[in-house]
């Protein structure tokens, strides 16, 4: 079992950054490829990012690209995602996750995630 536990969410302005921290207990995450997903209020949950076990290798949704960075420190068991630029429409509740697969392919789907963090609510204002 593996427990998760966003947090860095918040109020900023368009242009904005702001940075998510989400921290394991119970196993080390460096058996699990890790993500973070999104979902705002009627719209299914959204892939935004994820990386290896390594953190050798990083993916990320297009609509995030070149603006968000997925890391992780293994040894402190916590994952980050470092969002600058943001836009109004980067609003949600972002969720963190962790998939066992080693197969990059299954990254995007919330389907292949096992274990999920509660939600940090990011919010951007125009």
């Known amino acids: 079992q593996v427990q998760l536990v966003e947090s860095g969410g918040g109020l900023v302005q368009a242009g904005g950054s702001l940075r998510l921290s989400c921290a394991a207990s119970?196993?080390?995450?460096?058996?699990?490829?890790m993500g973070w997903f999104r979902q705002t209020p009627g719209k299914e949950r959204e892939f935004v990012a994820a990386?290896?076990?390594?953190?050798?290798?990083?993916y990320y949704a297009d609509s995030v690209k070149g603006r968000f960075t997925i890391s992780r420190d293994n040894a402190k068991n916590t994952v980050y995602l470092q969002m600058n630029s943001l836009k109004p429409e980067d609003s949600a509740v972002y969720y963190c996750?962790?998939?066992?697969?080693?197969?990059?392919?299954?990254?995007?789907?919330?389907?292949?995630?096992?274990?999920w963090g509660q939600g940090t609510q990011v919010t951007v204002s125009s």
């Open positions: 996750a962790a998939n066992s697969y080693y197969d990059s392919a299954y990254y995007y789907s919330d389907s292949r995630y096992s274990y």
């Open positions: 119970g196993r080390t995450i460096s058996s699990y490829a």
């Open positions: 990386v290896k076990r390594s953190g050798g290798s990083t």
